[in-house]
């Protein structure tokens, strides 16, 4: 019997508070790229477009960008997260976001369940991988899957130039493998849900 293929929307989320061009960005972009080639609808949350104030546990006034973050995430069976590379860690802002997700503790399916998480970090230098191992840490407290594949952008002014154009075609072949990895991952977790529950 045909079964129509499912749906699969992915959420990105990144970027950095610059007033130049993003590379981090950049590496989101070329990864959610992969992921609509491989068939998904794809969504991007750039946090330097993204108002989200500082959070703060209990806060009673719930931001109209938070409930919007969160509700995308809810939906989605899969996201691609990417960070600049801060003092060996995700970048505030990033960090800032995630805990956003709090807001989602409460549901049937909490956090990031039976959600693929695809990780992409820009450096500057060449510790990139610092800031992916602090991400996926974070993907395993809100109890989503990382995709084993990672892509860490190190020495990003060697990938990118400075108007965010890709220079490193062989980087720009990995986020794109990044983003379809986590498209096919999802596909197959729902169609093993739907066989699950039939």
Known sequence: MFM???????????????????????????????????????????????????FREGKKEIPASAIELCEAVKQAHGMIWCSPLYHGAVSGAFKNAIDWLQLLHDEQEPYLSKKIVGLTAVAGGVQALQAINSMEHMVR????????????????YEVFDKSGNLIDEHIGKQLGFLGGEVCRNALNWQKDARLVSS
């Open 4 to 54: 129509q293929r499912p749906e699969i929307r992915i959420v990105g989320l990144g970027g950095a508070l610059t007033s130049k061009v993003s590379s981090s960005r950049r590496a989101l972009e070329l990864a959610l790229q992969g992921a609509r080639e491989a068939g998904a609808s794809v969504q991007v949350f750039d946090l330097a477009e993204v108002d989200l104030p500082l």
């Open 141 to 156: 407290a809100l109890r989503g899957w990382t995709c084993p594949f990672v892509v860490p952008v190190n020495r990003s």
